[in-house]
């Protein structure tokens, strides 16, 4: 029940995080610093001019955050940034300019037809550092799967506990061949199938199940770790296939100005859901390789235990719990 509770508030979580657009927002990717910066590293010298020395760079239609002139090589642009790639996607030209406009994510840069083809080509070569909000709406299962394998793996560590499954008494009391107290309490599983024999008096076959119920308590919500296993990395795979189809469906019809964006955008999200499936896969597997040891050897002393009780019980069942 509380895995029950857990698992619809993972789902809830991620839900509402998807419609309120927490996990991909609309930050800015790059600020005009980023390609003046550019610039600067390939020893190529700037100036700035005012916007009107270049009155016909300036006459686009659109939302900008700012605009800035500049002189390279005695051939003015004009860089523009935006708050989103989608506003700066939605800046258009006089249909009389005779310039240019290239976008980058957030930034666009405008440049007089057939001048500053070394400005351009730099301009188009920024490459955004990678982020979990290029994975696409592939990041919501992925953070699911995430949730899930970290909520499990510190559940089931924190359950499988000796204290809670087979403690130390329990053991002490079976090596020493000294029968457990009435007085114990139902905390762990030991001491509850030690409550079963010792209090209800239970046939042979009743307290097998029993002790059946108590080790299949044990393994609850590993089932979940191996689905995350299983779907971690299918969810990357089909990332990278959809990355993969974006890039070449794009080709065809993406002029110079946009094929590079198109071509980071699809090889980003293609390589980054699979790097972010297999590192929660990963672990995941591990840890559910981890706790089905701990399941089994926890098992192994609940036989024991049940084991132990039953010969007890069938041969001498008055002096030993009376």
């Known amino acids: 029940m509380m895995i029950k509770k857990i698992i619809n508030w993972i789902v809830l979580s991620v839900s509402l995080s998807f419609s309120s657009g927490c996990l991909l927002d609309g930050e800015r990717v790059y600020q005009s610093s980023d390609f ?22 300036v006459n686009f239609k659109g939302n900008v955050l700012s605009k800035k002139s500049f002189q390279l090589d005695e ?38 037809d057939g001048t500053n083809d070394t400005c351009v080509e730099i301009f188009n070569s920024l490459q955004p550092n990678l982020t979990y909000r290029q994975a696409g709406v ?54 509850r199938i030690v409550h079963v024999a010792l209090h209800e008096k239970p046939s042979q076959e009743t307290l097998l199940s029993y002790s059946r119920l108590e080790v299949a308590a044990l393994e609850k919500g590993l089932f979940l770790l191996e689905i ?38 699809g090889i980003a999200l293609a390589l980054l859901t699979t790097i972010i499936g297999l590192a929660i896969a990963i672990p995941a597997l591990v840890g559910h390789a981890y706790l089905i040891r701990i ?28």
């Open 228 to 265: 995350v296993v299983a779907a971690a990395p299918l969810i990357g795979l089909l990332g990278t296939a959809t990355g993969l189809v974006q890039v070449f469906s794009s080709m065809p019809q993406s002029g110079s100005s946009g094929g590079n964006e198109i071509f980071s955008e």
């Open 36 to 57: 003046l910066s550019a610039l600067s590293e390939k020893g190529l010298k700037y100036s700035s001019l005012p916007l009107g020395r270049s009155p016909e760079l």
């Open 295 to 322: 399941v089994e050897k926890r098992a192994a002393s609940l036989d024991w235990l049940t084991a132990r009780l039953i010969d007890a019980t069938g041969t001498n069942k008055k002096s030993d719990f009376s």
């Open 138 to 191: 592939f990041i919501y299962p992925l953070a699911a799967c995430l949730l899930i394998a970290v909520f499990i793996i510190t559940e089931r560590t924190y359950s499988l506990r000796p204290g809670l499954t087979f403690p130390r008494k329990v053991e002490k009391a079976l090596i020493t061949g000294e029968f457990p107290n009435k007085k114990w309490k139902k905390r762990s599983a030991a001491e």
């Open 75 to 112: 051939s003015p642009f004009v860089l523009l940034e935006c708050d989103s790639s989608a506003n700066a996607n939605a800046l258009t030209l006089d249909s009389n300019a005779s310039s240019q406009i290239y976008r980058n994510e957030n930034l666009a840069l405008i440049v007089n």
